[in-house]
């Protein structure tokens, strides 16, 4: 057990819809990052948040929305639902910030499936 | 950019030792991992190096970085069955906060 939860674990919509998917970070991790693992663009990195800011974006489309609560947990927003957005979605946690505790490691959740269909 | 590579597949023989590649492009990168997936299952960080160091040893993994090429390779001693899995290496990003950069992954079968 990672200690990062993710909700939910699986979920079918249709094209077109909204969905929200859910993640709590590891207890005293401030950074949370998001990543799409599909079979033809492996693992992709989405959007980080470190202490409720966005540090870092990578190919995440406008449809697509992020933020970090204070409470640390985060959410991605997907919208306007299409076929190819059918994937594997992960959150990780790290401890973030500056340090000797700070070897970047990423710490995963068990992922969110999305099917669109 | 970034950009990490891995060979897709490797088949080896239950005890037989494994060495899975990868090739990376930054030559910042401080941090580079090793993690391991299982079927249904999220990433499980296997082991890291610092960029500073040649070798690390943990148990029956071995890894070995070769800096000047930018080449890193995992080796796992006497496979076991328990071993299939896909497994990842990856870069961290030094300009953007610890994000990590992942290969394509190699799925490794281990035959009986």
């Known amino acids: 057990d990672s200690g990062v939860t993710q909700t939910p674990k699986h979920l079918i919509t249709a094209t077109g819809q909204r969905v929200t998917l859910r993640c709590s970070p590891r207890s005293g991790d401030l950074s949370v990052y998001w990543y799409q693992q599909s079979l033809d663009q492996g693992l992709q990195f989405l959007i980080q948040y470190y202490n409720g800011e966005e540090r870092a974006k990578g190919n995440i489309l406008e449809r697509f929305s992020a933020q970090q609560f204070p409470d640390l947990h985060s959410e991605l927003n997907l919208s306007s639902l299409e076929l190819g957005d059918s994937a594997l979605y992960f959150c990780?946690?790290?401890?973030?910030?500056?340090?000797?505790?700070?070897?970047?490691?990423?710490?995963f959740g068990e992922g969110s499936r999305l099917t669109v269909l | 950019g970034e950009d990490v590579e891995q060979s897709l597949f490797l088949s080896v023989r239950e005890g037989d030792s494994s060495v899975i590649n990868c090739t990376y492009t930054?030559?910042?990168?401080?941090?580079l991992y090793w993690y391991k997936q299982e079927p249904g299952a999220g990433l499980q960080l296997l082991t890291y190096?610092?960029?500073?160091?040649d070798m690390k040893q943990d148990q029956r993994l071995t890894v070995l970085l070769n800096k000047k090429d930018k080449h890193l390779s995992l080796r796992i001693a006497d496979t076991q069955t328990g071993d299939s899995a896909i497994y990842f290496c990856a870069e961290s990003y030094q300009g953007g906060g610890n994000k990590l950069t992942f290969g394509t992954g190699t799925q490794l079968k281990v035959e009986l």
């Open positions: 190096i610092f960029s500073n160091m």
């Open positions: 930054d030559s910042s990168s401080t941090y």
């Open positions: 990780a946690s790290s401890v973030g910030g500056r340090g000797e505790r700070n070897t970047g490691e990423l710490f």
